[in-house]
């Protein structure tokens, strides 16, 4: 009764529990491994990265990593690593919207010096000048909603062309809000020249 088992049926045991499928081990029932020396147990926690003990560890290498994934996005951002881009410049669509809109001359970058102008010519308390700076507001406006109107169409018209099976869906308005930024302070920089075709 107390006995062990002898190596016969220690043997048979094994084949009948090897020919029986797979059943999900009941917790009771014994591990059927090892238990690894405390040496070992020990290196693998010392191998295993280590979670801070209280909360305000936790916080704090919280902020660290989101200051180095900030970082990096940010050198990306200024060389055009696609690997580390935000989720919203990344991808080949976006790219092509983005090439095409730096490779051309936008009405849209212009706005804020012209902004600036019109401004100061309606400080000045004269009608006449008064009339021209409203007058200059208007076409200026108009100007970039046909500009824009045409970059929505002719993009959307190559990016089908070039990008069948992509989803296409906000790489549009993507490159119209490109375009109101001036040149020298887009995000991504420009990889393109003006007049180089993407």
Do not use: H
């Not at 900030?70 to 951002?77: D, V």
């Amino acid at each position: 009764m107390f006995r062990s088992r002898s190596k016969d049926e220690q043997a048979a045991a094994a084949k009948v529990t090897a020919s029986q499928p797979q059943q999900p081990r009941d917790p009771q029932a014994p591990k059927g491994r090892p238990t690894p020396k405390r040496s070992e147990a020990q290196s693998q926690r010392r191998t295993r990265a280590q979670t801070p003990t209280n909360r305000k560890d936790a916080v704090k290498a919280q902020r660290e990593a989101r200051r180095a994934d900030l970082a990096r996005q940010r050198e990306a951002l200024a060389n055009g690593d696609e690997r580390y881009l935000p989720v919203r410049d990344k991808g080949p669509v976006r790219r092509f919207a983005r090439d095409y809109v730096d490779a051309r001359w936008c009405v849209a970058e212009f706005f804020l010096p012209v902004a600036v102008v019109i401004l100061v010519l309606t400080m000045i308390r004269v009608p006449q000048i008064q009339s021209i700076a409203l007058l200059l507001w208007l076409v200026i406006i108009v100007l970039i909603v046909l500009d824009s109107i045409m970059i929505w169409f002719r993009l959307g018209k190559l990016l089908q062309q070039r990008f069948p099976k992509e989803n296409l869906k906000g790489a549009r308005a993507y490159a119209v809000m490109r375009t109101l930024q001036m040149r020298r302070l887009r995000l991504p920089k420009p990889q393109v020249k003006r007049g180089q075709r993407p």
